[in-house]
């Protein structure tokens, strides 16, 4: 009588514990922005690295929550561009980024029970950016506060000055390799559709020459326009509003890369048996 209560006891017990659902992961690779100041996928000459810390919790065998943090710095410059009108703007741009984002991941098979599975992800995500660009001095200016089409002077009240931390929507997707029941290792792509086409700081139109140097100075003017820094460039500052960016169309960022998680604890999974060890005792009747 006593053994049956303590079987029963030790069911209870063992039932209210959660399995150990719980991964750390980091996540490296390569990244790159799509905007007015870059051309193709993964542009060879303005591609940087990325680095990453994740928290994943499986709320259910096919879907993880996911939250991390990712670092990488985007770039884009004219000079590289295959278009001869492009590279005569010869407008350039760095930024450093920080993300923290929170993911849903699917998962098209049970990596409890398969080793291999495709899988799904989307959520937010919000990030920080600051671009700047070297002068032709190679002073290193932070663009934003310039004004350079604008943003915020009284003459284009249709031009807002943008925040620089927004909010952005990752989704993408990967393939994820199960090397045993603690480490997991994932290719993936993911792109972060964003609301601001300034991420560059290069949208509609240039700002009248006078208006910019009465507001904001010389340095603004010169960092607006670019042309005139280049070897046979035209000096002239282009008319007001003459186009400088494309305004349809939002900037981009995406990152390809490995994402290795470890999952904590000692309970866990059987591995490829989908049974839960929950490290309690057995008990023989």
């Not at 209870?12 to 992961?25: A, D, E, R, T």
């Not at 995406?254 to 290795?260: A, K």
Request: aromatic fraction near 14%; include cysteine; glycine fraction near 12%.
């Amino acid at each position: 009588m006593v053994k049956n209560w303590l079987v029963v006891c030790l069911m209870l017990v063992c039932s209210s514990v959660y399995p150990q659902n719980f991964h750390i992961g980091i996540f490296g690779g390569a990244s790159a922005y799509q905007g007015d100041l870059t051309e193709g996928i993964l542009p060879k000459k303005t591609t940087n690295g990325v680095i990453g810390l994740t928290v994943n919790y499986e709320l259910m065998d096919n879907l993880v929550l996911r939250g991390g943090i990712n670092y990488t710095i985007l770039s884009g410059a004219d000079r590289y561009s295959n278009n001869d009108s492009l590279r005569a703007r010869n407008l350039s741009f760095e930024t450093k980024l920080v993300e923290g984002n929170v993911l849903a991941e699917f998962y098209l098979m049970n990596l409890n029970y398969q080793k291999f599975s495709p899988y799904l992800f989307a959520g937010l995500a919000v990030f920080h950016f600051n671009p700047y660009a070297y002068s032709a001095s190679g002073q290193q200016v932070y663009l934003k506060p310039l004004s350079t089409e604008g943003q915020g002077l009284s003459q284009y009240p249709d031009r807002k000055p943008y925040k620089l931390t927004q909010l952005a929507i990752p989704f993408g997707g990967g393939v994820k390799y199960a090397f045993s029941e603690k480490w997991r290792l994932g290719l993936e792509f993911g792109l972060r559709k964003l609301f601001t086409d300034y991420l560059d700081d290069v949208s509609t139109s240039y700002a009248d020459a006078n208006d910019l140097l009465a507001a904001k100075g010389q340095l603004a003017v010169d960092m607006a326009y670019r042309g005139d820094e280049l070897p046979n460039g035209n000096p002239a500052y282009p008319a007001k509003a003459a186009q400088r960016g494309g305004a349809n169309f939002k900037d981009w960022y995406y990152f390809l890369g490995l994402h290795l998680t470890y999952r904590l604890g000692s309970g866990g999974l059987n591995f490829m048996k989908g049974e839960k060890g929950y490290g309690c005792p057995s008990v023989p009747l």
